[in-house]
């Protein structure tokens, strides 16, 4: 773990997480360069990715960012460690480019359907609608071959970390496309005109 600083706007800003994070916090200092400088205030809060970041003034003019507590229960808890949110946005722009895929954003707050049992399985596909309504990430997981499970549930995605972690690096991809999973691995990456787009880039 290891802490980063930055002058902004004549106030340090502290950030810490991983050392090899770095680019992202980088990327997360240059956004902060750009806001308001009457916004650099205790309690400001920035979306970024998946995230919210939030500013907190611990001594004048020191401020340290947090983000919500995916290891634990993000609608409550906080942490001043990044690594978890930065590593969801790493992850999910790694992905992005690998494929030439602009992306669409996913609140980590927002919910996924899923078929009952799916993530038990070995062959499992997500698709994303976006015809949905706001909180809805538009993704459903169901199996490949059908079971006749007919029952569904909800999750946030932030839920996938714990239980099916690989999936969280395809959940910024555009409404209409579909990801086909065999076991921890892709099998295939469907565009809106179902083309293949993740053959190409193996």
């Known amino acids: ?37 009457n916004k650099l205030i205790h309690g400001f809060s920035l979306q970024v990715g998946w995230s919210v970041y939030y500013l907190q003034e611990r001594e004048t003019g020191n401020f340290i960012l947090t983000t919500p507590d995916y290891s634990r229960n993000p609608f409550e808890d906080i942490t001043e460690d990044l690594t978890l949110a930065l590593w969801v946005q790493l992850e999910q722009g790694h992905f992005l480019r690998k494929i030439i895929v602009d992306g669409s954003s996913i609140n980590f707050s927002d919910k996924i359907i899923l078929s009952k049992g799916v993530l038990e399985l070995e062959k ?45 690096q395809v959940l910024a991809l555009p409404n209409d496309y579909m990801v086909v999973f065999e ?3 892709i099998k295939a990456v469907l565009n809106e005109n179902d083309v293949d787009v993740f053959k190409d880039s193996l």
Do not use: C, H
């Not at 930055?6 to 750009?34: D, H, N, R, S, Y």
């Not at 993704?139 to 995605?157: K, S």
């Open 183 to 185: 076991g921890n691995e």
């Open 124 to 168: 499992i596909y997500l698709q994303r609608n976006g015809d949905v309504e706001k909180g809805d990430s538009g993704w459903y997981i169901g199996p490949i071959e059908d079971d006749n499970t007919t029952e569904l549930y909800a999750l946030y995605a932030y839920q996938l970390l714990k239980v099916k972690p690989e999936i969280i």
């Open 1 to 37: 773990m290891k802490k980063f600083e930055k002058i902004i706007m004549g106030k340090t800003i502290i950030v810490t997480a991983e050392k090899e994070l770095e680019p992202q916090i980088e990327i997360l200092f240059a956004i902060l360069e750009q806001v308001d400088p």
